[in-house]
């Protein structure tokens, strides 16, 4: 092969890096970052209104055990199918109907008149968060080279978290709010919390209309067999990136071919004799069924378990958060003696602290206390300092490395928080304890380079699946074992922290991007 044409012909992540690193890569991590955001605003940010809820549905704690998972159990429900449509029909056309219909889903559940209209709802829109949830780590991972990709994730990360400070603001501003009005034909009275569901699934919508201008991922492309497609989408990044450093240089390359983790799409169409279900039974289980041979199974077992781990203690748990915050405000605000965080939710659940009007009727709270908030935001803003200090240490000490100090710490401070007896202190080391979702953009890193990109997706959505299982587990072992043996549901996910962990270190190293053979053999 002549030099010009080696010039022409390059491996995609070549291609990637030559298209350089501007304006096109800033959008796209910035977008992603909102769409990571809605998954977390739309699942996790229920646990705001929880405490509202309980008063105007009537809800016991084991339904809102359920209330706080039931999103989490939609989107475990549908990863398995959202990956293989999302390895196998692309990730944009997964992601952008899933990210409209699921606000249109979220407009609905804000008008439920019950428990269990509202649960079901929530379980679907559960479902539709799953095809953004997993498919945009493989989207914005295959905007970028191997030298840059790592650090697009975490910078997808971080605009995630620092939106996610204003999720309390966005709290207060909707659910202190003390009118409500009737509405016809549903009869129910529209309060200040169901409008807080509505600002929840704005992003999604806003995202959702965003994805008409944006491209389809390279990578997907040439592995679907669609090289000319790529080009073209290489051409738009490498035009946007450079146009105003090098407004004359043009995009070279006419040609593409897979690196080590792009392997060209095999896949074949459905027979006239064939089953259209059937099709898609066995298409779902040949693209499955790699994750689970002798190749990949470990990478697989070992990412899922930990991801159940981190997702247990940073969403199950965080579901009570507000709740347990929420006690111990009210405890310290009549009583200065000390007591621990499981003693002080006793004392509170035991009557004590009970508000009642003259005719001795308990009357039920439709706001939350204003320190919850404060409290919350200060999470947010430690959350996102942290990413700031694992993004910058991340390359010098190791993703692995990074993800044990992670968990150590917070499990070690979970542990400490409910062991002493200084109620804020308690609360502080608590919010460090539920920052160990930062372990969760570190593993899915690392799932992002240690898979092929014809598995990859599925790979995330899969092992994110088993992941979120812990957010269901979590939220409904807490609303259960909250009251009756509170030290066992808080300890409990503390130390298996540290054990996740440890558990790290067994997870494959990252694949290089290598040449093919037959190109760097061509005379």
């Known amino acids: 092969?002549?030099?010009?044409?080696?010039?022409?012909?390059?491996?995609?992540?070549?291609?990637?890096?030559?298209?350089?690193?501007?304006?096109?890569?800033?959008?796209?991590?910035?977008?992603?970052?909102?769409?990571?955001?809605?998954?977390?605003?739309?699942?996790?940010?229920?646990?705001?209104?929880?405490?509202?809820?309980?008063?105007?549905?009537?809800?016991?704690?084991?339904?809102?055990?359920?209330?706080?998972?039931?999103?989490?159990?939609?989107?475990?429900?549908?990863?398995?199918?959202?990956?293989?449509?999302?390895?196998?029909?692309?990730?944009?056309?997964?992601?952008?109907?899933?990210?409209?219909?699921?606000f249109i889903v979220t407009v609905f559940s804000s008008l439920s008149p019950n428990f269990i209209t509202f649960a079901i709802l929530r379980f679907l829109n559960g479902i539709l968060l799953s095809a953004g949830s997993a498919t945009i780590f493989a989207y914005l991972g295959e905007f970028h080279c191997q030298k840059h990709r790592n650090r697009a994730i975490l910078c997808g990360a971080l605009i995630s978290a620092i939106v996610s400070i204003f999720f309390p603001i966005i709290a207060w501003v909707f659910i202190n709010q003390n009118w409500e009005f009737h509405v016809p034909f549903i009869n129910i009275v529209f309060k200040p919390w169901r409008s807080y569901f509505l600002a929840c699934g704005l992003p999604g919508f806003l995202c959702g209309i965003t994805l008409f201008f944006l491209p389809e991922s390279p990578k997907f492309?040439?592995?679907?067999?669609?090289?000319?497609?790529?080009?073209?989408?290489?051409?738009?990044?490498?035009?946007?990136?450079?146009?105003?450093?090098?407004?004359?240089?043009?995009?070279?390359?006419?040609?593409?071919?897979?690196?080590?983790?792009?392997?060209?799409?095999?896949?074949?169409?459905?027979?006239?004799?064939?089953?259209?279900?059937?099709?898609?039974?066995?298409?779902?289980?040949?693209?499955?069924?790699?994750l689970f041979k002798r190749e990949h199974i470990r990478k697989t077992f070992l990412s899922s378990l930990i991801l159940y781990i981190i997702f247990f203690s940073a969403h199950g748990v965080y579901m009570w958060f507000p709740y347990i915050l929420n006690n111990a405000m009210l405890y310290t605000e009549k009583y200065e003696e000390p007591k621990r965080l499981c003693d002080i939710i006793k004392f509170v659940q035991s009557g004590n602290l009970t508000i009642v009007e003259d005719d001795n009727a308990e009357v039920c709270s439709m706001h939350l206390e204003i320190s919850t908030y404060l409290h919350t935001i200060f999470l947010e803003v430690i959350y996102v300092s942290l990413l700031l200090i694992i993004m910058y240490v991340i390359g010098k000490l190791g993703r692995k490395p990074?993800?044990?100090?992670?968990?150590?710490?917070?499990?070690?401070?979970?542990?400490?928080?409910?062991?002493?007896?200084?109620?804020?202190?308690?609360?502080?080391?608590?919010?460090?304890?539920?920052?160990?979702?930062?372990?969760?953009?570190?593993?899915?890193?690392?799932?992002?380079?240690?898979?092929?990109?014809?598995?990859?997706?599925?790979?995330?959505?899969?092992?994110?699946?088993?992941?979120?299982?812990?957010?269901?587990?979590?939220?409904?072992?807490?609303?259960?074992?909250?009251?009756?043996?509170?030290?066992?549901?808080?300890?409990?996910?503390?130390?298996?922290?540290?054990?996740?962990?440890?558990?790290?270190?067994?997870?494959?190293?990252a694949n290089n991007v290598i040449k093919p053979k037959d190109q760097d053999n061509t005379p």
Not at 261 to 287: A, C, E, F, R
Request: proline share 4%.
């Open 221 to 290: 492309l040439l592995s679907a067999g669609k090289p000319e497609e790529a080009i073209e989408v290489l051409k738009r990044m490498h035009r946007i990136n450079l146009m105003n450093k090098e407004p004359q240089t043009e995009f070279m390359i006419t040609s593409l071919l897979p690196d080590a983790d792009t392997p060209m799409s095999k896949m074949k169409g459905v027979g006239k004799d064939t089953n259209l279900l059937v099709y898609i039974m066995q298409s779902m289980w040949h693209q499955t069924a790699p």
């Open 1 to 102: 092969m002549s030099h010009d044409m080696k010039e022409k012909t390059v491996v995609i992540d070549e291609a990637l890096e030559r298209t350089g690193f501007g304006k096109f890569n800033i959008f796209i991590i910035i977008f992603s970052g909102f769409v990571l955001n809605n998954v977390v605003l739309e699942s996790v940010g229920v646990s705001f209104a929880l405490p509202v809820l309980e008063c105007d549905l009537h809800l016991t704690h084991k339904e809102q055990g359920i209330i706080g998972a039931v999103s989490f159990a939609g989107v475990i429900a549908s990863s398995h199918f959202w990956g293989f449509l999302a390895d196998t029909t692309g990730r944009k056309r997964i992601m952008q109907p899933a990210l409209i219909l699921g």
């Open 402 to 509: 990074m993800l044990f100090v992670i968990l150590f710490v917070c499990g070690a401070c979970g542990i400490l928080a409910f062991s002493i007896q200084v109620p804020l202190l308690a609360i502080y080391l608590f919010v460090i304890e539920l920052c160990c979702g930062l372990g969760i953009t570190v593993v899915n890193a690392i799932v992002v380079e240690i898979f092929p990109t014809n598995l990859r997706a599925m790979a995330v959505c899969i092992s994110l699946m088993i992941g979120r299982i812990g957010s269901v587990t979590g939220s409904n072992i807490l609303g259960v074992l909250i009251e009756t043996h509170c030290e066992l549901a808080l300890y409990g996910p503390s130390v298996a922290l540290i054990v996740a962990g440890a558990l790290g270190f067994l997870l494959p190293k």
